[in-house]
Nanobody, 115 residues
Framework: QVQLVESGGGLVQPGGSLRLSCATS????????MGWYRQAPGKQRELLAM???????KYADGVNGRSTISYDDDMNTVDLQINSLKPEDTAVYYC?????????WGQGTQVTVSS
């Protein structure tokens, strides 16, 4: 059974940084793509960043330039580093993976940016 488990959320002051980690139940190379989404209260879930085992990455405009997605094939983790956090970054952050034609989601981790 495929499982994705996020960690690293919490309360951060504006201007701070956060590193989210997603532990997968299988090898990263088994996924077609993995990524991070977020959903703020009253808003739709939105894509933040995507990474492909072959190497390419893509970022949403809202985090481009202040975030980095990476994976560790030995640890089977996918991380998202976000810098210069703003109150509008407050949301539940979800790990996503797609493999063998199916999509998988983690349970989400809350990130709150507030002073």
């Amino acid at each position: 059974q495929v499982q994705l488990v996020e960690s690293g959320g919490g309360l951060v002051q504006p201007g701070g940084s956060l590193r989210l980690s997603c532990a997968t139940s299988g090898s990263i190379s088994g996924y077609t793509a993995m990524g991070w989404y977020r959903q703020a209260p009253g808003k739709q879930r939105e894509l933040l960043a995507m990474i492909f085992p072959t190497g390419p990455t893509k970022y949403a405009d809202g985090v481009n330039g202040r975030s980095t997605i990476s994976y560790d094939d030995d640890m089977n983790t996918v991380d998202l580093q976000i810098n210069s956090l703003k109150p509008e970054d407050t949301a539940v952050y979800y790990c996503y993976g797609t493999r063998e034609g199916s999509d998988y989601w983690g349970q989400g981790t809350q990130v709150t940016v507030s002073s």
